[in-house]
């Protein structure tokens, strides 16, 4: 269900469309940063889920099917002590029931307005070269930063030691990743044929 990425460089390129009369050139800009240091980012199994086969009958008609929470460890190694971030990314996002709280589950290839459920994602007991740390997420920014251990779409999410009031560097960071499937009210789904569930999260590490 999660893939992850970790960057060396990042390059944007930037073409500029000609106006309706075309001049006899144009231009094309390349930007980026390269940093001396990097970090590698890993998950358990992979960063893959399976629920297995999950049969029609067992999903609650009216209320939504709380599948049990997984458990993954989740590792970031730097080659120096680096700032960085996390931030989520929903890959299926079109089919997220609260686009801002919860990552989809894809939709039924067999009737495509309806959304299967939705992802949820945590932080548990992380650690930073060996301490115990909390983790943080901003809302404007990087201005400034409070606990949070729900990872939310879009959003920063960074480690400091407990009363500290923003990320702090780090070489190496372990922490347990928990997620939570809630499966939509069957009586919202067509079941009459196999439907897979198709989450499809990123975990996208950035350098402050």
């Excluded at 940093?35 to 609650?60: E, M, Q, W, Y």
């Excluded at 702090?168 to 939509?184: A, N, Y």
Aim: aromatic share 6%.
């Amino acid at each position: 269900m999660n893939t992850f990425s970790h960057f060396l460089a990042t390059l944007v390129l930037t073409l500029l469309a000609p106006h309706l009369l075309a001049a006899s050139e144009t231009q094309l800009s390349a930007t980026g940063n390269i940093t001396p240091s990097a970090c590698l980012i890993g998950l358990s199994a992979n960063g893959v889920i399976d629920h297995g086969r999950i049969p029609a009958s067992s999903l609650k008609r009216d209320e939504f099917t709380v599948m049990p929470g997984q458990l993954m460890v989740l590792e970031v190694n730097c080659s120096a002590p680096l700032l960085f971030t996390l931030v989520g990314l929903d890959g299926r996002e079109d089919s997220s029931l609260a686009p801002d709280f919860f990552y989809g589950l894809g939709k039924n290839p067999h009737a495509p307005d309806e959304r299967l459920g939705s992802v949820a994602l945590s932080f548990r007991n992380p650690l930073g070269d060996g301490q115990p740390m909390l983790s943080l997420t901003t809302y404007n920014n990087g201005t400034s930063w409070s606990p949070e251990p729900n990872i939310y779409p879009r959003h920063w999410m960074g480690f400091a030691r407990p009363g500290r009031p923003l990320p702090e560097p780090i070489i190496h960071l372990v922490t347990t990743l928990r997620v939570d499937t809630s499966i939509s009210p069957a009586n919202n789904l067509s079941l009459k044929q196999e439907v897979p569930l198709d989450g499809a999260i990123v975990l996208d590490l950035r350098y402050l």
